[in-house]
């Protein structure tokens, strides 16, 4: 039972570099969700996919973009890193787009940006 | 707008004592869903529990049991005779049309 699952778990970019964070369920939920985690912040949104072929902006969607790949895949890229953007990731999935379901999640990506 | 609280940053409890987590949120909603997660120290993030705002009734599983109050727009969470495994953080979360909002999360430590 896979789940969630993300890679990769752990990268070190430079600042500028570009990045892609891969998040694949297997679960046929309808939609997904990208979130950050930061010390004392709680989990942000930052872009979610409330079914195939629909992105919708989070709380914190400045220097991500999202790409809905098909129902099992939502890639999270960052086109320039910046170190304000070191964080930890994670990827989300749930049956429909209703938020009366629960989130399932992936482990996280930690990302470090120097 | 929609907000979730948990005013306890970081909590320390010996083992065996019984701690309650506090989460008070605000919705502009008449119908709404709540929800408990944990992260254990190893990262990942669990369910715990989802409560719609029709059903007030407390919920008990275990040693875990929650306490919904549509007055006070509360739904806290108790853990009865704490173990060390309950050590993490958890979080309270509430729907927001087709997304859920997050609280910043309560630290929990229980010391053997």
């Known amino acids: 039972n896979a789940g969630v699952t993300q890679t990769p778990k752990f990268q070190v970019l430079k600042t500028g570099q570009s990045m892609t964070l891969q998040c694949a369920q297997d679960?046929?939920?309808?939609?997904m969700y990208w979130y950050r985690q930061d010390p004392g912040m709680g989990l942000r949104l930052i872009y979610y996919s409330a079914s195939e072929g629909t992105t919708d902006k989070g709380e914190v969607p400045n220097g991500y973009n999202v790409s809905r790949l098909n129902k099992r895949e939502f890639s999270l890229r960052l086109e320039s890193a910046a170190p304000s953007q070191t964080s930890v990731y994670f990827c989300a999935s749930s049956e429909s787009g209703n938020s009366n379901q629960p989130q399932h999640f992936g482990d996280g990506t930690r990302l470090s940006i120097l | 707008a929609q907000k979730v609280t948990q005013a306890q940053t970081e909590i320390s409890v010996v083992e065996k004592e019984d701690v309650t987590l506090d989460c008070v949120y605000e919705?502009?909603?008449?119908?709404?869903?709540l929800f408990w997660y944990k992260q254990p120290p190893s990262g990942e993030l669990v369910f715990l529990i989802r409560?719609?705002?029709?059903?007030?009734q407390n919920e008990i599983s275990g040693r875990y049991s929650w306490n919904f109050q549509k007055s006070t727009s509360s739904f806290n969470f108790t853990i009865t005779a704490s173990q060390v495994v309950d050590s993490a953080v958890y979080f309270c979360a509430l729907s927001d049309n087709d997304k859920i909002i997050f609280g910043k999360g309560t630290r929990l430590h229980i010391l053997p």
């Open positions: 919705t502009r909603d008449t119908t709404y869903y």
């Open positions: 409560r719609n705002s029709f059903d007030e």
């Open positions: 679960m046929n939920h309808n939609s």
